[in-house]
């Protein structure tokens, strides 16, 4: 992914922002720019004097360390989802951040898409009334044995914390508490290596209740193809579908609690009328969250995707994971020491052996992967 960023910015697809200096642990990757500085791991670029901001794009469990270091170093950070791989970590890296001026964002580029930019405006607004009831289907992120074994630090708990939920679903956590908020309970349910030979989850289903009483359901899985993305929301004001590029709202002409309490019959319904929103592409995203960045330090601009709400989707799959383990409800907030004890007894005891990587024949554009 770092490839990604260096390569949109360099293609000056983000004004004012300067691809300055590179680092990684493999100095084969900085051939690929030769005319950019290279450092052979990012505290030497973070003590150079050469940024002015970072970006991290490292598998996950750096993200708190040099975060914290860069953090602290005066720079203006932007970490890659997840922003760490427990809550506990999450804390330590949010607690870092002490100066107002400086600005720290997470890539959660699925914000800049318009149709849950249109979904956030019409559940904050109050138009849809209370919501009841979310069921999301997130079944469209397969991946291949090759894809797990491409890299050693990917699908294991040592190296990557997670499965389905640390490394693609982050976005949709994201997405679900940034639409409706954190629930108060969590029952998970998940499978570890159902559909590849991995050690983590590749196959969710997860049950939440929130305070005010809505019921929510996620379930997603990387072992299923061709898969389905499909978010369905009950509110007073009808019912929502997000399917593909379309939104289909069937609304209640009368709050169904409403109609409820005065309709006389027993078998009415509501009203209703309906009404499509379509969209065209997926907004900006990662140069979206890119342009946002540069314009929150250079000019102030509120952040799309702040960095200290992070920790919720985090905070969401951790929980998931920790509830599925012991075979119980969850009740938010979690304990996050708790949690990071529990992951390092699952290093510790871990006794999974990676397969042997193997040279891919396949197609490896990268974009196929959003």
Known sequence: MGQAHAKNILAGEVPGL????????????GEAFPDVPFFENASELIASGSVEAVLIATPHYAHTKIGIEALEAGLHVLVEKPISVHKADCQ????????????????????TDPKYVKLKELIDSGELGRV??????????????????????????????????????????DLWQWL?????????FCDYGRFHDIEVEDDVTAYMEY????????????????????????????RLILEGST?????????????????????????????SFEFEGNGEQHVGILKN????????????????????????????IHS????????????????????????????????????????QDFSKSF
Not at 137 to 150: A, G, L, P
């Open 293 to 320: 960045f540069v314009a929150a330090i250079l000019e102030g601009a509120p952040l799309t995707a702040p960095a200290a709400e992070g920790i919720h989707s985090v905070e969401l799959a951790n929980s998931i």
């Open 211 to 238: 305070s005010d009483g809505k019921k929510g359901l996620l379930i997603t899985t990387t072992g299923e193809a061709p898969g389905t993305n499909r978010l369905e929301i009950a509110a007073e004001r009808g």
């Open 92 to 111: 330590r890296l949010i607690a870092a951040h002490q100066r107002d001026e400086q600005v720290f964002a997470a890539m959660f580029n699925q914000r």
């Open 18 to 29: 300067k691809l300055a200096a590179l680092a990684d642990a493999d100095p084969a990757r």
């Open 132 to 173: 009841n009831r979310i069921n999301w289907t997130v079944t469209d992120w397969f991946r291949t044995e090759q894809y797990y074994i491409s890299g050693g630090w990917r699908a294991t708990w040592n190296g990557e914390g997670g499965g389905v939920l640390l490394n693609q679903c982050p976005h949709q956590l």
């Open 247 to 275: 939104l289909v709202w069937l609304r209640n002409e009368t709050e169904t609690s409403h109609f409820s309490k005065e309709c006389t019959s027993s078998f009415d319904k509501p009203e209703t009328t309906e009404e």
């Open 324 to 363: 599925s383990d012991l075979k119980e409800t969850i009740e938010l907030p979690l304990d996050g020491a708790a949690y990071a004890d529990a992951l390092q007894d699952k290093i510790t005891n871990s006794t999974y052996v990676k397969p042997e990587q193997k040279a891919s024949t396949g197609d």
């Open 180 to 188: 409706f908020g954190m629930p108060s309970s969590v029952r998970g």
